[in-house]
């Protein structure tokens, strides 16, 4: 994946969103935007290479309809979305009436993670936010009725 279905998906002159600034080197960050879109959901974001072990540093990204769960052992579904670039990190802002993703976009959380792994099916990181903090694992489903960009999130500690 590559910043290209990001730009695709956007109108610059349009919505307030960024373009994308291209950074080599991650600073392990995350954040979470709770997005006001036709639906409610939050977007979770981790600061990583595009590929694994390779390419250039993006937000891999899930949405996550009822955010992550701060319970352990709570899996909860989490949609991969479209790779997002690295200066989206601070995005707040209010994307217009038409625009892909309209709606009001708002940081509900943020900080630093830890990764622990990073396998094509499953993503271990501990989370060290103002609200979010513990060991978080996300995991590819295959099957169970779920499309091919299903995850789960869940909380091991
Ligand atoms: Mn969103």
Same mark, same amino acid.
């Given at each position: 994946?590559?910043?290209?279905?990001?730009?695709?998906?956007?109108?610059?002159?349009? =919505? /307030?969103?960024?373009? $994308? !600034?291209?950074?080599?080197?991650?600073?392990?960050?995350?954040?979470?935007?709770? *997005?006001? %879109?036709?639906?409610?959901?939050?977007?979770?974001?981790?600061?990583?290479?595009?590929?694994?072990?390779?390419?250039?540093?993006?937000?891999?990204?899930?949405? =996550? /309809?009822?955010?992550? $769960? !701060?319970?352990?052992?709570?899996?909860?579904?989490?949609?991969?979305?479209?790779? *997002?670039? %690295?200066?989206?990190?601070?995005?707040?802002?209010?994307?217009?009436?038409?625009?892909?993703?309209?709606?009001?976009?708002?940081?509900?959380?943020?900080?630093?993670?830890?990764?622990?792994?990073?396998?094509?099916?499953?993503?271990?990181?501990?989370?060290?936010?103002?609200?979010?903090?513990?060991?978080?694992?996300?995991?590819?489903?295959?099957?169970?009725?779920?499309?091919?960009?299903?995850?789960?999130?869940?909380?091991?500690?």
């Amino acid at each position: 994946m590559s910043l290209e279905e990001y730009k695709k998906k956007r109108k610059f002159k349009i =919505t /307030p969103e960024p373009e $994308p !600034e291209i950074l080599q080197k991650s600073e392990n960050r995350f954040v979470i935007q709770e *997005h006001d %879109a036709s639906h409610l959901h939050y977007d979770f974001r981790l600061e990583m290479p595009t590929e694994i072990g390779s390419g250039d540093i993006v937000l891999k990204s899930w949405a =996550t /309809p009822k955010n992550l $769960p !701060e319970e352990a052992g709570v899996k909860r579904l989490a949609i991969q979305t479209e790779d *997002h670039p %690295a200066n989206y990190i601070g995005f707040e802002g209010k994307i217009p009436k038409g625009e892909y993703g309209a709606g009001i976009v708002k940081i509900w959380d943020k900080g630093k993670f830890e990764l622990i792994k990073r396998d094509p099916g499953h993503i271990q990181f501990i989370l060290s936010g103002k609200k979010i903090k513990g060991e978080y694992n996300l995991i590819k489903t295959k099957g169970f009725g779920g499309s091919k960009n299903s995850w789960l999130i869940f909380k091991s500690r």
